[in-house]
């Protein structure tokens, strides 16, 4: 397990599982900021999942519930755009593209 499982936890809360930590934790192994890699992959996996799913759910007509989108996104949002400042949003795994114009000497292409 983590050896810094109460920083991930911090990030995330308690809802996710020890095991489902550990799973995105190996996937960081030895980089910068490995807690909070961990924290941010979850809390991107978490915010998928919100798009994702329904806006309110019923039980047989005598119960239903609403979930406010808008205000779980801006939350979660918030806490992975600090993630992304702290790590450098090496998480998405990505290539690192760089441009730069293309002309031949004295700036004519």
């Known amino acids: 397990m983590p050896a810094d499982l109460p920083a991930v ?4 809360g308690s809802s996710t599982t020890d095991g489902d930590i550990e799973a995105q934790w190996v996937r960081f192994d030895g980089r910068d900021h490995q807690a909070e890699l961990t924290a ?7 915010r998928a999942d919100l798009i994702l799913g329904p806006d309110s759910f019923a039980v047989d007509g005598d119960y239903r519930e609403s979930q406010d989108k808008a205000s779980s996104l801006k939350a979660l949002d918030s806490q992975i755009a600090r993630l992304e400042r702290i790590t450098g949003d090496v998480v998405s795994g990505g290539p690192v593209l760089a441009s730069a114009p293309i002309s031949a000497p004295g ?3």
Do not use: D, M
């Open 107 to 109: 700036g004519q292409r």
């Open 40 to 46: 941010l992959a979850i809390l991107r996996g978490r």
């Open 9 to 12: 936890r911090t990030w995330i």
